[in-house]
């Protein structure tokens, strides 16, 4: 089977939509630069967004072309395991409990991935924290200074200019 055009059912279903390519990224939660990028077939919608698309698509021609890109999507980010090759070109089928293991390595991953961005999250966190702790301390210095001042430079006074006389 041929794969889908994602650049052209995007576009049309964007078009069926009514709505520009700013309206679809808001609708998204994409920028208006992705959605460009989709429709020139640069880049590629994620799963959740697409599935998000499919939600606000109504039925019809582009709905079915959207839910063909969907399901070849999901074969892309999560394809079910087929078997290996075995002898004479057959297809030995995976043994029970074998996409279970593949689920838990993957699960694995994912919890370190998350953990480090949880790390990286409370460090950015902590750093916030400190620039809001100097910028509270210099606004209060600079509030201190003002207080303090005397008035920037005193205006000249004019004195009358003696007049000569004759």
């Given at each position: 089977?041929?794969?889908?055009?994602?650049?052209?059912v995007?576009?049309?279903v964007?078009?069926?939509?009514?709505?520009?390519?700013?309206g679809?990224?808001r609708l998204?939660?994409?920028?208006k630069g992705?959605?460009?990028?989709w429709?020139r077939?640069r880049?590629?919608?994620?799963?959740?967004?697409l599935?998000?698309?499919?939600?606000?698509?109504?039925?019809?021609?582009?709905?079915?072309?959207?839910?063909t890109?969907?399901?070849?999507?999901?074969?892309?980010?999560a394809p079910?395991?087929m078997?290996q090759?075995?002898?004479?070109g057959?297809?030995?089928?995976p043994?029970?409990?074998?996409?279970?293991?593949?689920?838990?390595?993957?699960?694995?991953?994912l919890?370190?991935?998350?953990?480090?961005l949880?790390?990286a999250?409370?460090?950015?966190?902590?750093?916030?924290?400190?620039?809001?702790?100097?910028?509270?301390?210099?606004?209060?210095?600079?509030?201190?200074l003002?207080?303090?001042q005397?008035?920037?430079?005193?205006e000249?006074?004019?004195?009358?200019?003696?007049?000569a006389?004759?």
């Amino acid at each position: 089977m041929e794969e889908m055009n994602a650049a052209k059912v995007v576009k049309k279903v964007r078009q069926r939509l009514e709505v520009s390519q700013e309206g679809l990224a808001r609708l998204l939660n994409a920028t208006k630069g992705a959605v460009q990028h989709w429709e020139r077939g640069r880049n590629r919608p994620d799963l959740a967004r697409l599935l998000a698309l499919r939600q606000l698509c109504p039925p019809g021609v582009e709905r079915k072309e959207l839910e063909t890109l969907i399901k070849e999507t999901q074969a892309h980010v999560a394809p079910l395991p087929m078997g290996q090759p075995g002898p004479g070109g057959k297809i030995i089928p995976p043994q029970p409990g074998e996409s279970l293991i593949l689920l838990r390595r993957d699960n694995n991953k994912l919890r370190k991935q998350v953990a480090k961005l949880e790390a990286a999250l409370k460090r950015r966190s902590e750093q916030l924290r400190i620039l809001e702790d100097l910028a509270t301390e210099l606004q209060r210095d600079m509030a201190k200074l003002r207080a303090g001042q005397s008035p920037a430079t005193p205006e000249p006074v004019s004195s009358p200019v003696p007049q000569a006389t004759e």
